[in-house]
């Protein structure tokens, strides 16, 4: 095993090379600058400002210098918010969308993961289905609606929780963005656990452990849980990676200054740096959270092999 | 619809700029100072314990450093850090800053401004002629990458120092003392003052600029010499400003602490606002929430007029609209634009049959005669026009009409879509973009043909709404080129009188708009929500609202 | 019904023949009838086919058209009177027509777009799993590189280079959407290959592929019907999210996810607007996962 990690982790080079050459070039390829604003700059403005960013440098040379930097951990300033740089800027908004996204997460794990088991071992009965519809409302109203509804019920109907804004992380702020983050995450566990655990449950082992005559919840916990847990991990391993990068939804919403905006607001504005940054800093958390979760997977069952 | 009265919009165009300057001349020479920055609140009122604001200010600033920033969104802040030559009073009047006076030169081409002796920075240092010298050479240095650098270019040599050509040295500005600084014009810029107002001049602290880089405008860094100084900023969450006790009318200034929050989806701004997170909103509610605004909050609800025009524009250099303005006209005259303004928008625009909105300084726009046909003849009009322009029932235009996605501009282009079927048959598929590819499609004047355009202006004068039809100007999307145009803005730089130049600016207009390469559909306003206890509000058309001018009252 | 027969068929489709050489005829009728006695699969059924039927003859109740827009009638509540059963939009639109069509174009893109990833997603979850080595590695760093590179630009980049065309939204969708799946079925792969019966299989001199697909992927299925029921509702939202790039479908055509924005923004004003399509889409979601659970029961191998 620890061959194997130490492999990955070296893999993980020429993974971060590929995401950092293919983003970059994706990137410039697309129409439209960091400076253009319906208010047309003067070309000699144009000129300066590229000038000042080397824009106008060959993109092969950009490329470069850009490989150059990101070597030495400076991930260049960034064109929209001229007063900072991507450094700061991801370590600013991480810090907030990790808490929110690692709550939401638990949460999910907890709720979603109890809910999934319980729908499947009453399969089919009232209870299942009361379980699973509950679940379902989280995929089938979209966040852009739930957000606005706990809004209008918890701040401005009953007046318990702030409407939106940070406040320095106070826990009364974190309460709605983290329900709204997590309730999708409950159904897609719950989904995934319950069709896990079902299959785990007419397995030939679990099957063989019942004819011994070992009671019911004592089969589930020492050999149901661990298998039926491999698909939800399976699953959480990249969703993880995004959920604690923020989502611009919710963050636009609450007014929450975390990192999930910087990815389609920096795209939108064309931010190449700030773009850029928070690809490469997902690119790491998509890669330790999938080595992690293939961790898990050989420990959550001892079938499974890497070479 | 609802329209807030307007009532300082006589009290602007009944005041020419000379007459302006002239009375602030006299005024400051019997040596009193008539105008205070900062409005006491009315006698009798009582005020609030405790005098903080929450102001919603949408996106995040890109920047507190006023040579750098672009966004209106920053310079809403740095109004209350800073403090330019002239500043502007509730109502939107100009008047002194730090400039306590100033004199114009006989020929106009010469500024000179004399500096408050008490005008001070937020660490006490004297703010000086030769910080504005620093601060504008600041502005037009290629090193600096200022987008706005081009706002000063009627200052002599500005433009060659922007173009790399001069040293910043070059340019035309001088400290004559401490408290003395002059500005060499090239040509007599009517706006020249106005223009002042403009977040890109503001002065910075020489010192702490070159101590800290980019980094100056952190807290603890940040030297300003405006009514607030900068106390926290928490990227995306909020700008936290509070009291400059250093700033010479800090006596008159009243709130202590203002909150500039990041409040990037309008809804649920104003849910935030409902839910007392907010005293006031940015310049912009939602459409689809007035509605309820009027019935619930009618007492909060402040709609009124803002320097901008909401207009579409034609590909003048591609078929179907080269070389045919019969189509243009038909095209512009079948848009029944009061069925925008009080149907699909109600939010209080106004119909524009002009391009420059009304209101502007010294200025009364040309509107298109037909503003007052019955709409049957207009669309009669409209319809012969279509006809001779060679299209018919069986021959119908078929239009692309571009826009950039957001809610209005695509309820507006299904609107006109739909005016232009029922009333001419003309076909048409409306595309929408994503922002920047939809700039760029339409700068380049090469697939568009008819698309949405909308504008801001950046300071109180019909010049900034007729320079986007020079033919050489950047934002000029329509492809309009017409030599006399461009020579009669040209020489409405050196005409003597105000009434003389309003003039030749609506003979431009006329001209502008007779070419029917653009059709104005709306002017816009800002709609905003306040709450009752907000104090020394009053709407102007510049959407400037300085936090020292506001007041909490008790509640 | 064209809708429902394809997800319903979608996991079978794929392996046809393994079916038939495994298990013969018979076992089919068995797993048809396993999913007909089960309720909610039956009543989901029956719902989602009556969505169906309304989505493709309902716009004919109705007098108006999708895209006729009445300044006079703008934001109506839902009356049965003037013949807008589901109220008016924001300019005087018909909302039950408007939905409905709205249904046409989600329905059209939730089920092919997903049968896009499920396709991609499967094969390559399945190949990775069972090759193992050096092969899984990098086929799963290269899904690494995906889930990283920025989705806004490469559809913006699509719709520069190829323009509007409606099978881009498939191409969109499907070309990030099968990244989980392929994870997934590569995790269950991955702790099946080691079962006795695979071992058994192998050691009979099975060749690669057909274990693949005679033995890996049946009993994958479990796991990829669930993951395809998840599958859907995100297609449909992502859909709208294209819609706002450029790509998509474009006004005054519209689709669910579509709808529900616009509603959402209209939610205390004109509520009407945001409950119809998300009635619809919450129904149809619901369907398509009690439908996905029966036929997950249905096609267990290990009841067979």
Redesign the interface.
């Known amino acids: 095993m620890p061959s194997y990690i130490l492999k990955r982790l070296l893999s993980a080079i020429p993974t971060i090379f590929v995401i950092i050459s293919l983003a970059f070039f994706l990137i410039r390829a697309a129409p439209g600058g960091p400076f253009d604003t319906d208010r047309a700059l003067p070309p000699e403005v144009e000129a300066n400002l590229n000038a000042k960013y080397h824009l106008d440098d060959p993109l092969v040379v950009q490329y470069g210098r850009y490989l150059w930097d990101v070597l030495r951990g400076d991930l260049g300033p960034s064109f929209q918010y001229r007063d900072f740089t991507v450094n700061e800027l991801i370590a600013s908004g991480f810090p907030v969308s990790l808490r929110l996204g690692l709550s939401a997460v638990l949460l999910a794990m907890v709720i979603g993961g109890a809910a999934g088991i319980i729908a499947a071992l009453r399969q089919n009965t009232a209870t299942d289905y009361g379980v699973m519809s509950f679940a379902m409302l989280g995929i089938s109203i979209p966040n852009f609606v739930v957000a606005p509804l706990l809004i209008m019920i918890f701040a401005v109907n009953l007046g318990w929780l702030p409407a939106g804004g940070w406040n320095d992380g106070a826990f009364k702020n974190t309460i709605l963005p983290i329900v709204s983050l997590a309730l999708l995450q409950v159904a897609f566990v719950a989904r995934i656990a319950r069709g896990a655990m079902i299959e785990v449950l007419r397995s030939n082992y679990i099957r063989t452990a019942r004819a011994k005559g070992l009671p019911g919840w004592q089969i589930i916990l020492k050999h149901g849980i661990k298998p039926a847990m491999l698909p939800v991990v399976s699953y959480l391993g990249p969703a993880a990676a995004a959920v604690i990068t923020g989502s611009v939804v919710i963050e636009q919403i609450y007014g929450i200054p975390g990192l999930g905006r910087h990815f389609v607001q920096g795209a939108l504005n064309r931010d190449y740096t700030l773009v850029m940054g928070v690809v490469i800093f997902y690119g790491f958390l998509i890669i330790a959270f999938n080595l992690l979760v293939d961790i898990i997977y050989a420990w959550l069952d001892p079938k499974v092999r890497y070479s | 619809m609802k329209k807030t009265a307007h009532t300082f919009r006589h009290s602007i165009s009944g005041t020419s700029s000379l007459g302006r300057i002239i009375s602030a001349l006299l005024i400051v020479a019997l040596g009193s100072i008539p105008f205070t920055a900062a409005a006491k609140p009315p006698a009798g009122v009582k005020l609030a314990e405790e005098q903080v604001i929450h102001r919603g200010n949408g996106a995040e600033a890109d920047s507190l450093d006023p040579q750098i920033s672009e966004s209106t969104n920053a310079s809403n802040i740095q109004r209350d850090l800073f403090e330019s030559l002239v500043s502007e009073a509730p109502d939107g009047r100009l008047i002194p800053g730090v400039a306590k006076n100033w004199d114009i030169s006989e020929d106009r081409r010469q500024y000179t401004f004399h500096l408050r002796e008490n005008a001070k920075w937020s660490n006490g240092d004297p703010v000086t002629a030769h910080d504005f010298v620093f601060s504008w050479r600041r502005l037009v240095d290629p090193a600096t990458g200022s987008r706005y650098s081009m706002m000063i270019a009627p200052v002599t040599n500005a433009e060659a120092v922007i173009a790399g050509e001069m040293p910043p040295e070059s340019l035309a500005v001088a400290a004559l003392d401490d408290h003395t600084f002059q500005v060499n014009l090239d040509a007599p810029t009517p706006y020249f003052l106005s223009m002042l107002t403009h977040s890109s001049v503001y002065p910075v602290h020489p010192p702490s600029v070159q101590k800290f880089g980019r980094d100056f405008t952190r807290p603890g860094n940040l030297i300003s010499n405006g009514a607030y100084v900068l106390d926290e900023w928490r990227v995306q969450s909020h700008i936290k400003l509070v009291r400059n006790p250093q700033y010479w009318d800090n006596e008159n200034t009243t709130i202590d602490e203002a909150y500039y929050y990041v409040t990037e989806d309008m809804n649920a701004e104003v849910l935030r606002y409902r839910a007392g997170g907010l005293d006031m909103t940015q310049e912009n509610l939602p459409v689809s929430m007035l509605d309820w605004i009027r019935e619930n909050l009618p007492e909060e609800l402040v709609i009124s007029p803002w320097l901008g025009i909401y207009y579409y524009g034609f590909n003048m250099t591609q078929p179907p609209f080269k070389d045919n303005p019969k189509l243009r006209k038909a095209l512009s005259m079948s848009i029944d634009r009061e069925i925008i303004t009080d149907k699909v928008l109600d939010n209080g625009v106004i119909p524009a049959y002009g391009f420059v909105p009304p209101g502007v300084l010294d200025y009364e726009g040309y509107e298109y005669p037909w503003k007052d046909m019955s709409r049957e003849e207009r669309l009669a009009e409209a319809r012969r026009l279509y006809r001779e322009a060679g299209y018919s029932e069986e021959n119908p235009l078929r239009v692309e009409l571009r826009y950039n996605t957001e809610q209005n501009h695509k309820k507006i282009a299904l609107a006109i879509a739909a005016m232009w079927k029922q009333n001419l048959g003309v076909l048409t598929e409306i595309i929408n973009q994503e922002w920047k590819v939809f700039l760029n499609v339409r700068a380049e004047k090469r697939i568009t043909q008819a698309f949405r355009i909308g504008w801001i202006g950046d300071y109180n004068d019909a010049y900034t709404f007729l320079e986007l039809g020079l033919s050489n100007n950047g934002q000029n999307d329509t492809g309009y080129a017409d030599p006399s145009y461009d020579k009669l803005l040209k020489d409405s730089f050196n005409t003597g009188s105000v009434e003389e130049r309003a003039a030749m600016l609506r003979q431009a207009e006329e001209q502008f708009l007779g070419s029917y390469g653009v059709a104005p559909i709306y002017y816009y306003v800002t709609s905003r929500l306040i709450k009752p206890y907000v104090g020394g509000y009053q709407s102007n058309i510049m959407n400037h609202h300085y936090t020292k001018n506001l007041y909490i009252k008790a509640h | 019904m064209s809708s429902i027969i394809q997800t319903d068929a979608a996991p079978t489709q794929i392996f046809p023949e393994d079916a038939e050489v495994l298990k013969g005829r018979s076992l089919w009728d068995d797993a048809r009838n396993r999913l007909l006695n ?1 309720k ?1 699969a039956v009543t989901a059924m029956i719902v989602l086919g009556a969505i169906v039927l309304l989505v493709i003859f309902g716009p004919l109740l109705s007098p108006f058209s999708y ?3 009445d ?2 009638n ?2 109506e509540p839902p009356s049965v009177g003037d013949a807008h059963y589901f109220g008016t939009d ?2 005087g639109r018909d909302l039950f027509v408007r939905t409905l069509y709205g249904g046409r174009v989600s329905l059209m893109v939730g089920v092919v777009a997903t049968i896009v990833s499920l396709l991609i997603g499967v094969a390559y979850g399945a190949t990775a799993g069972y090759l ?2 050096r092969v899984d ?1 990098i086929m ?2 290269i899904v ?2 995906l ?4 989705f ?3 559809v ?2 699509l ?2 280079v190829f323009g ?1 065309h409606l099978i881009l939204i498939f191409v969109a969708i499907g070309a990030i959407n099968w ?2 799946m392929a ?2 079925v ?3 792969t ?2 099946l290959k ?2 006795e019966f695979i071992e058994a299989a192998e050691a009979g001199g099975v060749s690669t592929p057909n274990i693949i697909r005679r033995h890996i992927v049946p009993n994958l299925l ?2 990829v ?3 395809i ?2 599958t859907i ?2 297609v449909i ?1 992502i859909e709208s999210f294209l ?4 790509l998509g479908v ?3 055509l519209t689709s669910w ?1 579509a709808l ?11 509520p009407w607007s ?1 409950i119809f399509p ?1 009635v619809f ?2 129904a149809t ?2 369907c398509f ?2 439908i996905g ?1 029966g036929l ?2 249905a096609l ?1 191998p ?2 067979r």
């Open positions: 089960n909610a895209d006729y827009p300044w006079d703008i934001y924001s300019i193992g080595g590695n799963m760093r690494d590189v889930y990283t590179v920025p806004m630009f490469f913006i980049l719709m520069v509007r990244l989980d994870r997934i590569r995790g269950q991955l702790s080691h079962r479990g796991v019907i669930v993951y029921t998840l509702p995100q939202l819609s706002f790039l450029g474009q006004e005054p996810g529900v924005n616009e509603g959402a923004e209209d939610m205390e004003t004109a945001l998300a889409l919450a979601l619901f996962n009690f659970d997950r029961d267990d290990k009841d």
